[in-house]
């Protein structure tokens, strides 16, 4: 009977990461998916072909070029340039399987019509996002912002990042409703009006990131893989491949196996694969999960560009709540063949939002309205699932559980050197247990927001040696204390990345 340190079932990117660092690390790790492909619920649908037949929807009338130019995200997701999946991406050296391509622009809706989201001091001199006189206010906020640091109280303006409110924040700088709507929605990317009551630190590393990400590409700051988001978790899965890890796709799971309240192995197919730890998506222990929520997708195939874009071959759109009497946004994602997900001369457009009555369909409507014409349409409502238990006692861990792991919940899974630090580039490398019996001193960290597709939180530290006085900056990934014993002694590396595809 074979036996495996982890057992992963489902081959969705936050899978398929924690399979590759696991294989890395020395794991022993078994990876099994019901379906023919990788990806599970956001995979990359290839043929055209496919697409058509998942949704059972006949064949189009009209030619859509060749069926194996397109690869329809299930669910689209921009990354933002300078974001903790990115960074994960470029320090695990998965990047070399990977090429990206930055989004064209950005726009938000208000007042009936789009309006582009200003990258440079000139566009935001000729923006009417805001007045003349909100413009200069919202210059000193945008100041404040940039300038603001965790650990240094004098860039805080005699206020409590976290216990002074967002509207606090707000009120502080005189801003009008316009520009707080634009800067939470739009700059921010919260997708209700909830912030607002809560600690603005949040908020606050939200704007930075957006900053620093537009900072690196200037057109948006929002960067897509060609060929799509289904190329993300085979990027990983070539890195485990090449550690030894075990791959079995459009293989059943029969039944998890527990033994005094603990996962003992999975039955597939008549055999049966022992493990000490099983991870998986929801689909695969529905009686562990609970629904949170629902989310409407449509897929819309084009054959032009969204009226008054600048005819952008690539961009996001935000329909803003308030303008719509909602309680959350609506997203338009607009891809084409300049991403290579479609045929020459086509495009993507995928409108999403949580669904909030009885009739999801008419939710989207005002985001349907400006992709007019639609050659074809795929509609899809999923629910959103959460954990019922943090699967310490069974050690069956669902892959949604790191995105709600407190702080206090988590350990180290990697370091790695920030990209600004100085390090000595003939460092050797070492393991984490080597650094960590080091003494070092923290001398400066801020934590970095989870990411809405899940991936581990980061904390960047400033540590310094008591054998040297020389600071290093280190990225800390952190997951669940339940995956401690899978990943103690990850390897690090400490010399800084010399390159970058993108």
Request: glycine share 6%; hydrophobic share 35%.
């Amino acid at each position: 009977m074979p036996e495996f340190d982890v057992i992963v079932l489902g081959t969705g990117l936050k899978e398929c990461v924690l399979s590759g660092l696991m294989s890395v690390n020395g794991k022993k790790v078994l990876h099994i998916d019901c379906n023919p492909y990788y990806g599970g619920e956001s995979a990359s649908i290839s043929p055209l072909e496919e697409l058509y037949k998942r949704f059972q929807v006949s064949a189009p009338s009209t030619p859509m070029g060749r069926g194996k130019d397109w690869n329809v995200d299930l669910i689209p997701k921009f990354l933002l340039a300078n974001g903790q999946l990115v960074k994960m991406l470029l320090y695990t050296e998965v990047t070399r399987y990977l090429d990206f391509k930055v989004a064209e622009a950005s726009f938000v809706f208000k007042g009936g019509k789009l309006h582009k989201v200003p990258c440079t001091e000139t566009e935001i001199q000729a923006s009417d996002l805001m007045g003349m006189f909100d413009k200069r206010r919202f210059r000193k906020f945008m100041s404040f912002i940039l300038n603001f640091e965790e650990n240094d109280p004098r860039t805080h303006h005699d206020m409590d990042p976290r216990r002074t409110t967002m509207r606090d924040v707000f009120r502080h700088f005189d801003l009008g409703d316009d520009v707080v709507e634009f800067t939470g929605h739009t700059l921010a990317l919260h997708v209700s009006d909830n912030y607002l009551e809560q600690p603005c630190l949040a908020t606050i590393n939200r704007i930075k990131l957006y900053s620093e990400s537009l900072a690196r590409y200037s057109l948006s700051p929002y960067l897509y893989p060609l060929f799509g988001l289904g190329e993300l978790p085979q990027g990983f899965i070539r890195l485990s491949a090449v550690y030894g890890n075990s791959y079995m796709l459009n293989r059943r799971v029969d039944d998890i196996v527990m033994e005094g309240g603990r996962v003992a192995a999975v039955r597939s197919e008549g055999e049966v694969f022992r493990c000490k730890q099983l991870i998986c998506d929801p689909s695969y222990t529905p009686a562990r999960v609970k629904k949170a929520g629902r989310v409407i997708r449509v897929i819309c195939l084009l054959n032009h560009p969204i009226k008054n874009t600048q005819d952008a071959n690539s961009c996001q759109i935000i329909l803003p709540q308030t303008h719509l009497n909602r309680k959350s946004d609506i997203y338009v994602c607009l891809l084409s063949y300049s991403h290579n997900v479609a045929a020459e001369g086509k495009y993507i457009a995928t409108v999403s939002t949580m669904v909030e009555t009885s009739n999801p369909e008419k939710e989207v409507q005002p985001g349907l309205a400006l992709l007019e014409p639609i050659m074809e349409k795929f509609v899809s409502v999923s629910n959103l699932m959460v954990p019922t238990d943090d699967g310490r006692r069974s050690q069956v861990t669902n892959q949604l559980l790191s995105r709600d792991a407190s702080a206090a919940d988590s350990c180290v899974l990697l370091c790695f050197p920030s990209r600004s630090s100085s390090l000595d580039r003939t460092t050797p490398r070492r393991t984490s247990r080597q650094i960590l019996k080091t003494s070092w001193i923290c001398t400066a960290a801020s934590r970095g927001q989870s990411s809405s597709s899940g991936t581990p939180e980061t904390v960047t530290a400033t540590l310094t040696s008591e054998r040297s006085a020389k600071p290093h900056r280190f990225v800390i990934i952190t997951v669940p204390t339940q995956l401690r014993n899978t990943v103690s002694g990850a390897r690090i590396a400490t010399e800084e990345r010399k390159s970058c595809r993108f």
